[in-house]
Protein backbone atom coordinates (compact mmCIF):
# COMPACT_ATOMS: atom_id res chain seq x y z
CA UNK A 1 0.00 0.00 0.00
CA UNK A 2 0.96 3.27 -1.00
CA UNK A 3 2.15 5.36 2.30
CA UNK A 4 3.48 8.54 0.65
CA UNK A 5 1.68 11.58 -0.38
CA UNK A 6 0.08 11.13 -3.13
CA UNK A 7 2.10 13.12 -6.52
CA UNK A 8 2.14 12.79 -10.04
CA UNK A 9 5.51 10.62 -9.75
CA UNK A 10 3.07 7.95 -7.70
CA UNK A 11 -1.01 8.79 -8.35
CA UNK A 12 -0.86 5.96 -10.92
CA UNK A 13 0.29 3.61 -8.79
CA UNK A 14 -2.14 4.43 -5.89
CA UNK A 15 -4.78 3.36 -8.11
CA UNK A 16 -3.45 0.28 -9.16
CA UNK A 17 -3.62 -0.60 -5.57
CA UNK A 18 -7.02 0.66 -5.38
CA UNK A 19 -7.89 -1.99 -7.75
CA UNK A 20 -5.57 -4.40 -5.99
CA UNK A 21 -7.03 -3.72 -2.53
CA UNK A 22 -11.26 -3.15 -3.76
CA UNK A 23 -11.00 -4.34 -7.34
CA UNK A 24 -12.13 -8.17 -6.09
CA UNK A 25 -15.32 -6.81 -4.59
CA UNK A 26 -18.49 -8.03 -5.92
CA UNK A 27 -19.64 -5.19 -8.59
CA UNK A 28 -23.56 -4.85 -7.68
CA UNK A 29 -24.91 -7.91 -7.96
CA UNK A 30 -23.32 -8.87 -11.60
CA UNK A 31 -21.52 -11.81 -12.62
CA UNK A 32 -18.09 -9.82 -12.91
CA UNK A 33 -16.04 -8.28 -9.92
CA UNK A 34 -15.39 -4.50 -9.65
CA UNK A 35 -12.20 -4.47 -11.59
CA UNK A 36 -12.64 -7.23 -14.12
CA UNK A 37 -15.81 -4.65 -14.81
CA UNK A 38 -13.31 -1.59 -15.52
CA UNK A 39 -10.97 -3.74 -17.50
CA UNK A 40 -13.79 -4.55 -19.71
CA UNK A 41 -14.80 -1.48 -20.13
CA UNK A 42 -11.83 -0.26 -21.22
CA UNK A 43 -11.28 -3.65 -23.53
CA UNK A 44 -15.02 -2.02 -25.26
CA UNK A 45 -13.34 1.23 -26.06
CA UNK A 46 -9.92 0.17 -26.92
CA UNK A 47 -11.96 -1.91 -29.84
CA UNK A 48 -13.85 0.69 -30.29
CA UNK A 49 -10.88 2.76 -31.15
CA UNK A 50 -11.63 5.62 -28.69
CA UNK A 51 -9.09 8.10 -27.79
CA UNK A 52 -6.58 7.42 -24.83
CA UNK A 53 -8.88 9.97 -22.53
CA UNK A 54 -12.06 7.72 -23.01
CA UNK A 55 -10.07 4.30 -22.93
CA UNK A 56 -9.04 5.87 -19.50
CA UNK A 57 -12.15 7.29 -18.38
CA UNK A 58 -13.75 3.88 -19.18
CA UNK A 59 -11.15 2.02 -17.09
CA UNK A 60 -11.53 4.27 -14.05
CA UNK A 61 -15.34 5.01 -14.69
CA UNK A 62 -16.43 3.17 -11.08
CA UNK A 63 -13.32 3.82 -9.13
CA UNK A 64 -15.67 5.99 -6.88
CA UNK A 65 -16.80 3.20 -5.31
CA UNK A 66 -13.70 2.28 -4.06
CA UNK A 67 -12.97 5.98 -2.93
CA UNK A 68 -16.27 6.95 -1.29
CA UNK A 69 -18.29 6.24 2.45
CA UNK A 70 -20.59 4.34 1.66
CA UNK A 71 -20.92 0.57 1.46
CA UNK A 72 -19.88 -1.08 -1.95
CA UNK A 73 -24.09 -2.28 -1.95
CA UNK A 74 -25.35 1.29 -1.56
CA UNK A 75 -26.92 1.59 -4.69
CA UNK A 76 -28.59 -2.23 -4.64
CA UNK A 77 -30.17 -1.02 -1.24
CA UNK A 78 -31.69 1.63 -2.68
CA UNK A 79 -29.12 4.53 -1.57
CA UNK A 80 -27.51 6.36 -4.28
CA UNK A 81 -23.90 6.53 -3.22
CA UNK A 82 -23.31 9.09 -6.00
CA UNK A 83 -20.21 6.85 -7.07
CA UNK A 84 -19.60 9.06 -10.34
CA UNK A 85 -19.04 12.59 -8.33
CA UNK A 86 -16.58 10.93 -5.98
CA UNK A 87 -14.60 9.52 -8.97
CA UNK A 88 -14.31 12.40 -10.72
CA UNK A 89 -13.53 14.79 -7.81
CA UNK A 90 -10.70 11.71 -6.68
CA UNK A 91 -9.43 11.89 -10.46
CA UNK A 92 -9.50 15.81 -11.47
CA UNK A 93 -6.15 17.27 -9.49
CA UNK A 94 -4.38 14.41 -11.92
CA UNK A 95 -6.31 14.23 -15.32
CA UNK A 96 -8.26 16.16 -17.70
CA UNK A 97 -11.94 16.89 -18.04
CA UNK A 98 -11.62 14.39 -21.12
CA UNK A 99 -11.02 11.54 -18.72
CA UNK A 100 -13.14 12.85 -15.44
CA UNK A 101 -16.07 14.34 -17.53
CA UNK A 102 -17.32 11.03 -18.54
CA UNK A 103 -16.64 9.51 -15.29
CA UNK A 104 -18.92 12.27 -13.32
CA UNK A 105 -21.80 11.80 -15.93
CA UNK A 106 -21.71 8.10 -16.65
CA UNK A 107 -24.73 7.79 -14.46
CA UNK A 108 -26.23 11.10 -15.83
CA UNK A 109 -25.57 9.20 -19.62
CA UNK A 110 -27.71 6.27 -18.35
CA UNK A 111 -30.70 7.81 -17.42
CA UNK A 112 -30.14 10.56 -20.78
CA UNK A 113 -30.40 7.08 -22.92
CA UNK A 114 -33.03 5.63 -21.71
CA UNK A 115 -35.33 9.11 -22.64
CA UNK A 116 -33.84 9.29 -26.19
CA UNK A 117 -32.64 5.94 -27.37
CA UNK A 118 -35.93 3.84 -27.55
CA UNK A 119 -34.14 0.33 -27.17
CA UNK A 120 -31.78 1.29 -24.65
CA UNK A 121 -33.36 0.15 -21.39
CA UNK A 122 -33.70 -3.70 -22.83
CA UNK A 123 -29.37 -3.60 -22.68
CA UNK A 124 -29.30 -2.57 -19.48
CA UNK A 125 -28.80 -5.73 -16.41
CA UNK A 126 -31.23 -5.91 -14.26
CA UNK A 127 -28.39 -4.24 -11.09
CA UNK A 128 -28.44 -1.34 -13.82
CA UNK A 129 -32.04 -0.73 -13.67
CA UNK A 130 -32.70 -1.22 -9.74
CA UNK A 131 -30.04 1.22 -9.60
CA UNK A 132 -31.68 3.63 -12.29
CA UNK A 133 -34.63 3.57 -9.76
CA UNK A 134 -31.94 5.03 -7.35
CA UNK A 135 -30.44 7.51 -9.73
CA UNK A 136 -33.60 9.46 -10.49
CA UNK A 137 -34.98 6.98 -13.60
CA UNK A 138 -35.28 8.18 -17.39
CA UNK A 139 -34.16 12.45 -17.94
CA UNK A 140 -37.13 14.52 -18.87
CA UNK A 141 -37.05 17.06 -21.66
CA UNK A 142 -35.34 20.08 -19.33
CA UNK A 143 -32.52 17.47 -18.38
CA UNK A 144 -31.63 16.44 -21.75
CA UNK A 145 -30.87 19.91 -22.66
CA UNK A 146 -29.12 20.26 -20.11
CA UNK A 147 -26.91 17.43 -20.41
CA UNK A 148 -26.29 18.02 -24.00
CA UNK A 149 -25.06 21.62 -23.19
CA UNK A 150 -22.09 19.36 -21.67
CA UNK A 151 -19.25 19.31 -24.35
CA UNK A 152 -18.25 15.88 -23.10
CA UNK A 153 -21.61 14.43 -22.78
CA UNK A 154 -21.41 12.31 -26.31
CA UNK A 155 -18.07 10.91 -24.85
CA UNK A 156 -19.86 10.05 -21.89
CA UNK A 157 -22.74 8.06 -23.88
CA UNK A 158 -20.45 6.19 -25.40
CA UNK A 159 -18.40 5.52 -21.98
CA UNK A 160 -21.55 4.38 -20.85
CA UNK A 161 -22.32 1.73 -23.12
CA UNK A 162 -18.40 0.65 -22.95
CA UNK A 163 -19.82 0.30 -19.27
CA UNK A 164 -22.91 -1.64 -20.00
CA UNK A 165 -20.87 -4.08 -22.15
CA UNK A 166 -18.30 -4.99 -19.40
CA UNK A 167 -20.35 -7.52 -17.34
CA UNK A 168 -19.13 -10.53 -19.39
CA UNK A 169 -18.63 -13.17 -16.71
CA UNK A 170 -15.42 -15.34 -17.15
CA UNK A 171 -13.61 -13.10 -19.84
CA UNK A 172 -9.91 -12.90 -19.02
CA UNK A 173 -8.86 -9.14 -20.60
CA UNK A 174 -6.54 -7.13 -19.97
CA UNK A 175 -5.34 -6.08 -16.38
CA UNK A 176 -5.53 -2.50 -15.53
CA UNK A 177 -1.36 -2.57 -14.65
CA UNK A 178 -1.27 -2.68 -18.38
CA UNK A 179 -2.30 0.31 -18.95
CA UNK A 180 0.30 2.17 -16.81
CA UNK A 181 2.40 3.87 -19.98
CA UNK A 182 -1.23 5.07 -21.04
CA UNK A 183 -2.45 6.85 -17.86
CA UNK A 184 0.63 7.98 -16.71
CA UNK A 185 0.81 10.07 -20.35
CA UNK A 186 -2.18 11.71 -19.67
CA UNK A 187 -1.73 13.21 -16.20
CA UNK A 188 -1.69 16.79 -15.66
CA UNK A 189 0.44 19.42 -14.72
CA UNK A 190 -1.38 21.65 -12.57
CA UNK A 191 -4.26 21.00 -10.52
CA UNK A 192 -7.63 21.01 -12.20
CA UNK A 193 -11.10 21.11 -9.94
CA UNK A 194 -14.40 18.99 -11.55
CA UNK A 195 -16.21 21.14 -13.68
CA UNK A 196 -19.38 21.84 -12.71
CA UNK A 197 -22.57 20.76 -14.36
CA UNK A 198 -23.49 23.98 -16.85
CA UNK A 199 -27.09 24.27 -17.56
CA UNK A 200 -28.18 25.05 -21.09
CA UNK A 201 -28.66 28.51 -20.43
CA UNK A 202 -25.37 29.21 -18.91
FE1 LIG B 1 -19.85 0.55 -14.34
Same mark, same amino acid.
Given at each position: ???????????????????????????? #????????????????????????????????????????????????? #???????????????????????????????????????????????????????????????????????????????????????? #????????????????????????????????? #????
Amino acid at each position: MVTESLGKHNIVEFIFDLFSRRGAEEYM #GESVSMAQHMEQSAACAAADEAADSLVAAALLHDIGHFVGDFPIDALEK #GVDNLHEEAGCQFLAPWFPPSVTEPIRLHVAAKRYLCKTDEGYFDRLSAASVNSLRVQGGPMNADEVKQFEANPYYRDAVKARLYDDD #GKVAGLTIKPVREYRDMLESLLIDQANDCLTYT #GADS
